[in-house]
């Protein structure tokens, strides 16, 4: 199923994020992608606020990769967030452990993922983001 939103703010984005986070369960893999600044970290802050997401825990590669220990209705939840910006070969990928970070009882999700799109999941929740004026925002949403 596709679905197409077009968002006003930074806040509404984060909305839309929110929505779409209530259907994700551990195990599932979001890609997101869409052009420098088009709204890929803003959706993925939403997607944190619904896990009760708080501090990062620290990691060596914090710009590529994060860890977050959130929760829902009491449960754990552990998000994965991704950024794949830098990375330029699925064998840069190995150096930091992607794949297992990827795949396991925790959420993914992969800012640049469409990169590496062979690496993901087939089943994985495609997120695309552009530009539609300065505040506005076009978000695809298929999975
Ligand atoms: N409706 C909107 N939704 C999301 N962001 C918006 C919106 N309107 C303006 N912005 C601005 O666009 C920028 C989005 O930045 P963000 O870091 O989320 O982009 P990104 O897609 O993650 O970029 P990068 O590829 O560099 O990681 C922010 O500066 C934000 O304030
Ligand atoms: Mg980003």
């Given at each position: 199923m596709v679905r197409e939103f077009y968002s006003r703010s930074v806040e509404e984005t984060r909305e839309y994020a929110q929505?779409?986070?209530?259907?994700?369960?551990?195990?599932?893999?979001v890609c997101l992608?869409?052009?420098?600044?088009?709204?890929?970290?803003?959706?993925?802050?939403g997607i944190a606020q619904v896990f009760n997401c708080g501090e990062?825990?620290?990691?060596?590669?914090?710009?590529?990769?994060?860890v977050y220990d959130g929760s829902l209705r009491g449960e754990p939840v552990t998000l994965?967030?991704?950024d794949l910006y830098r990375m330029e070969s699925p064998a840069e990928l190995d150096t930091i452990?992607?794949?297992?970070?990827?795949?396991?009882p925790f959420i993914s999700?992969?800012?640049w993922?469409?990169?590496?799109?062979?690496?993901?999941?087939?089943?994985?929740?495609?997120v695309f983001i552009e530009s539609a004026g300065e505040?506005?925002?076009?978000?695809v949403i298929d999975g």
């Open positions: 929505q779409f986070a209530t259907g994700l369960r551990p195990g599932d893999v992608s869409g052009a420098l600044g088009a709204g890929k970290t803003e959706f993925m802050r990062q825990l620290s990691s060596p590669t914090f710009s590529i990769f994060n994965h967030h991704f452990g992607f794949e297992e970070y990827l795949y396991g999700v992969v800012e993922g469409e990169k590496f799109h062979g690496v993901l999941p087939r089943n994985a929740k495609k505040n506005e925002r076009r978000i």
